[in-house]
Every structure is written in C-alpha cells, then in structure tokens.
C-alpha cells in the first residue's frame, strides 16, 4: 500500500529533481531554486529557499554524509551548498549542465553536460580533477556504483557507458533508441548462482517508454560487462525517472504519462500505480532506510508517501554506507556542518586546530575558551548547544528503531499507542493531537484522541536499558 502523506506546492514552476539525505529532502525547479525539507515534519528549513543560479536547476544531490548539497543548471555551472554557503563550479565550454552525483567513497562531484562534457570535482579543491566526453549526444544521467570504483552515464544519443574513477570507458552500449533520461544503482549486489560472480544491479530509462534493469559484471578476464536483465512494463509514454529503494527490492519510475509505478525488483511485477500527478512526472527518489517516497512534476508539485513494505533483506552493509558516523567525519565535514549551523566565520579556526569529528565530539567550554581561544561566552555557547545536539545524534544511533519516538526521535519513557497503531511518547503526542487531529506518521485523521499505554514496549525499553548498563 502506498499513502500520500504530504504535497509540496512551494515552487512557482516545473519540478526537476528531488533527493533525499538521512534527514531532509531537497528540490529544485525550472523557477531557478532549490527548497530544502525537513524529514520531521516537512516544514522547510530556514535557509530555503536557496538561490543563486541563473537559470533553472535541473538537478540536486546530498553528499554521502547529507551535509553537502549539489546542484546544476542551465547557466553553465555546478554549485555547492553547506546551509547558505555558496562555491560555484564552471563547466569547461559552459554548457548547461544536466545532471550531478556525489561519489559514494570520495570527496568528489560529478557534473554532466549538454555538450557531453563530465567533469569530476574535486570538493575540497573545488577545482576538476578529471574530465571526458560521452561518444554522441548531450549527457542525460549518471549513477555511482556503491563502492565508488566506476559511474554509469547514459547520453540523448540512447548510449549507457561505464566509467573507471580514473575516466576510462569501460563500456559502451545502446540502451535506449530515443535516448536515456535517467539511469541508477542499486545498493545491493546480486548473486550468480551459475557463475559465483556478484553482479551490480542497475536500472535505465528513455524515451522509448521502458524501464530496463542491467547486470553490471566485473571480472579481471573479462573486464567490464553490461547485460540486460529485463524490461519492465506499464508506461504508455517515454519515462523521464527511475530509482532503487536503499534496499534494492523496489524501482520505482516516473512518466510523460502521468502516472508513477512502484515494481518489485526480484520479478519484475508491479506493486502500486499512483496516478495523482496532473502533468509529466520529472522525479522520483527513495529515502535511505525509510518507507517514504518523493515523486515530482511539472505540476509544480511534490508528493511525500509512505509505503507499506516487507521487512528489509537480512545485512546491515547498506545502513553503514549511507550515512557517515560523526566520529568518521573528516576535518572537511566538520567545514561543512559548521557552514549548515550558521557558524561558517568558525571554518579558519576549527581547520587551524585540525578538528576532525573525534575532536568535535570531545570539545568542551573550557577547550573552546582555552584552546580554541573563542573569547565571547555567547559565541562558546552557540557552539557548544550545536555540539550537544550532534552528541544526542551520536547517542541515539545505537538505539532500536522501534523505541524511538517518531516525533521527537528519542527513546520514550511512557510509550502510548494511538489509534493510528502507531507508538509514541505520551507527552509528545499530547502536545501534538492539542494542535491537530491527524497521525503523525500517516498525516491520515485520527478517528480517535484515545492513548493506551504500551506497557510491553516499555517493559521492552526497560531491559534494553538494563543490558546497555552492564
């Protein structure tokens, strides 16, 4: 089952794009800005929206560890955001620039243009480290494997190539007649029972109305290998979007046809056709580790729904992957965190003192006095609340889903269950059902304002905490 929980009707012309970080979802349109969400409530952030390119942005992206944003557009340039913060990237021969992506294991963005063009960035430089051309065509799509070690791109020309981190091509294989629109891989390498290979799952779409999923090969005697697994039916129309869920079990696509169809990946069957877009659907993206999904058009619209899925296949390698553990985060991430916290005049120094997220984690008012040398109280003490609210993070990470509240996302102490099925912290969802009557979690009306204690969830949290004392 698949439920519209939330429509975004901010921007005043076609969505293009929508992606989700850990936290928040970001969008972005032909009316030259981007919007950024929170995941909480879908309230948009303070800082959005967000402008500065010229022309309309075709396309954003989050940074592995969600504290970077990228965007392009038609103005010729790329852009990278931390909060307000701006660095603007020029494609060589300022062609419009249709697409970026974020590599999974390294400080880079990748940006691709109408003429062809890919360029790699490097963030930290904020200068091109590599760059190189597409065989035909205008550059319509890129993807990154999980590892990071090659990307995908897919051309007007109908082309998907496959590229090293070095860009050498690989690969090269017409995939689409009338062109690809988008392409993506999943998370979750599948197995030849045959052969003993692991396969990366990928899927594409074009103009020629089909969804097709690949099996990308990797083996030192054959080199690189694109196959064609399947191709999914349903659209009447070309198909603009296509994505993964985090798990790998779902692909999802968006049509000129109006209409978004959810596909389970293992048969090729299809699950939910929602059809509530007015016009073409340009976007569609999955949320890590969460049943929510975000479809956009050129209805000027986004819409937020929460599936009904089965329970995620077995291994926690993919949760690890998409987020970045604060106590991980380079001296660069801290840099970006402080631009997103409105602490970007604190960059020099926390660089100077080489502050990696360890020493972020251990800073305290007598270090940022002492050492750090920050001589205004007011100003130690903004720093400091920032610090403490990332430690909560650090803290929660480790602690089971299911005793979260889904509002205040801490550990409850009296858990009650609403008439939604859903549990919550009592004084949480008292302040709530005082200002509306709808579920927090379905955005669906609640038929009743009646709590009733989970003393079995409590009495679970209870021995949890007991085992993490010892």
């Not at 349109?29 to 390119?53: M, Q």
């Not at 997103?340 to 940022?368: P, Y």
Request: glycine share 6%; charged share 20%.
């Amino acid at each position: 089952m698949a439920t519209l929980i939330h429509t975004i009707s901010d921007h005043s012309d076609d969505v293009n794009y929508c992606a989700f970080s850990s936290s928040c979802l970001a969008t972005c349109s032909l009316d030259k800005t981007i919007r950024v969400y929170s995941l909480s409530d879908f309230a948009e952030l303070p800082y959005s929206p967000l402008e500065g390119h010229a022309y309309a942005v075709h396309c954003v992206c989050f940074s592995p560890s969600g504290l970077l944003l990228g965007s392009c557009s038609t103005d010729g340039t790329s852009a990278l955001r931390a909060g307000r913060r701006l660095a603007v990237l020029r494609q060589p021969g300022a062609s419009p620039v249709r697409v970026c992506r974020f590599c999974p294991r390294a400080a880079r963005l990748l940006a691709g243009a109408a003429d062809g063009s890919v360029v790699l960035w490097d963030v930290r430089s904020m200068a091109p480290c590599r760059s190189g051309k597409v065989k035909d065509g205008s550059l319509m799509a890129c993807a990154f494997s999980p590892n990071g070690d090659f990307f995908v791109t897919g051309s007007s020309s109908g082309d998907l190539t496959i590229w090293d981190d070095t860009m050498r091509c690989l690969c090269n294989e017409k995939a689409h007649d009338l062109g690809v629109t988008c392409c993506d891989i999943s998370s979750h390498p599948v197995s030849d029972s045959e052969s003993g290979f692991k396969y990366f799952q990928m899927a594409s779409c074009g103009q020629d109305n089909h969804i097709k999923l690949w099996l990308i090969l990797f083996a030192d005697f054959l080199g690189a290998q694109l196959k064609h697994k399947c191709t999914l039916q349903g659209h009447c129309a070309p198909v603009l979007a296509c994505a993964f869920s985090w798990d790998g079990q779902l692909v999802v696509s968006g049509s000129v046809d109006k209409r978004v169809i959810i596909y389970e990946t293992s048969t090729g069957n299809t699950l939910h056709i929602l059809s509530q877009h007015t016009r073409y659907v340009t976007t569609c993206a999955f949320a890590p580790r969460s049943p929510l999904l975000a479809t956009g058009s050129m209805d000027k619209t986004v819409h937020i729904w929460q599936l009904d899925l089965k329970q995620p296949c077995a291994g926690g390698a993919v949760e690890n992957e998409s987020k970045v553990a604060i106590e991980d985060w380079s001296e660069d991430d801290v840099s970006a965190w402080l631009c997103a916290q409105d602490l970007a005049d604190f960059v020099g120094l926390f660089k100077m003192n080489n502050i990696d997220g360890k020493e972020l984690l251990n800073l305290t008012k007598e270090s940022l006095a002492n050492e750090l040398k920050i001589e205004s109280l007011g100003l130690r003490s903004k720093v400091l609340q920032k610090i403490e609210e990332l430690r909560k993070t650090t803290n929660s990470a480790s602690v089971p889903d299911e005793f979260l509240c889904p509002i205040t996302r801490e550990l409850m102490k009296d858990p009650v269950i609403a008439t939604d099925g859903y549990s919550y912290e009592r004084e949480a969802m008292e302040n709530w059902i005082s200002n509306r009557r709808s579920s927090p979690m379905t955005n669906l009306p609640l038929h009743s304002l009646m709590l009733t204690p989970n003393r079995t969830l409590k009495m679970a949290i209870s021995r949890w905490l007991e085992t993490q004392q010892k």
